[in-house]
């Protein structure tokens, strides 16, 4: 049975921070995924590291369930939705963090969506000349991008190891004008915003080659009722991408 779609196991964890629901194996957790931060020992923070004001029996600490450091009441009161390290309920955060989480949960009620419900491209593997009309979407959970058309591709997302947005201006007379935009300078892919997302370049590692693969997603003209429809599917790509390399970093 292929990967994509087993319904992975989850267990409710209770930790320090909150209770959490995570897959059983480590293995089939999501790759935008988020490990909890250690929290700054109690001894090694005698003051609040926003605000600094001293602890002491009235003003207690309070530590922020995603970077783990310590604030007082005031600095630290938002409970905010924190999916990406699975935790049930909305949890207290910094003024910081919270901002993060807010702009994530976007990311979690919106664009995740359009990702699983897919989009058609035109796919081209390697340097073939010949293209594909595929429907990609992300499967449920989280952890490919499943390609179905007369082929069928499974791409894990912890394989890929580049994603490049091809775009193009709205303005007239440079409709023509396509620029290849490198994944973490691109802030302006927005589906408001004056460049349209109309395709795709992944790299990534099939497993058992040290070789990259390349694939080419091209939005499709000829249809064009679901062109809008691919540029949000390829602007949420994006926005996956980011939070993909952040999670990376850690
Ligand atoms: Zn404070
Ligand atoms: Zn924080």
Known sequence: M???????AKKLVRSASGLRMVP?????????????????PDKECPRCMQCDTKFDFITRKHHCRRCGKCFCDKCCSKKVPLPRMCFVDPVRQCAECAL????ETEFYDKQLKVLMNGASFFVTLGTSDKSELMVCRLS???????????SHYEIE?????????LT?????????????????????????????????????KVPG??????????ASEDYSSNKKLS????????????????????
């Open 140 to 150: 449920n959970n989280q952890r490919y991008l499943v390609l179905d058309g007369n």
């Open 2 to 8: 292929s990967g994509s779609e087993a319904a992975d």
């Open 209 to 218: 080659s040290e070789e990259l693969t390349q694939m080419k997603f091209t």
């Open 168 to 204: 193009e201006g709205f303005t007239p007379g440079e409709k023509d004008t396509h620029t290849y935009t490198s994944l973490l300078e691109s802030q302006h892919i927005t589906e408001g915003g004056n460049t349209r997302a109309i395709g795709m370049i992944l790299q990534y």
């Open 24 to 40: 059983e194996l480590r293995a089939a957790r999501s790759p935008f995924g988020l490990d909890e931060p250690p929290w700054v």
């Open 157 to 165: 997302i912890v394989q890929i190891s580049t994603v490049q947005i």
């Open 231 to 250: 540029a949000s599917w390829l602007a949420a790509m994006h926005k996956a991408t980011k939070l993909l390399y952040e999670s990376r970093d850690q």
């Open 100 to 103: 993060i989480s807010q702009k």
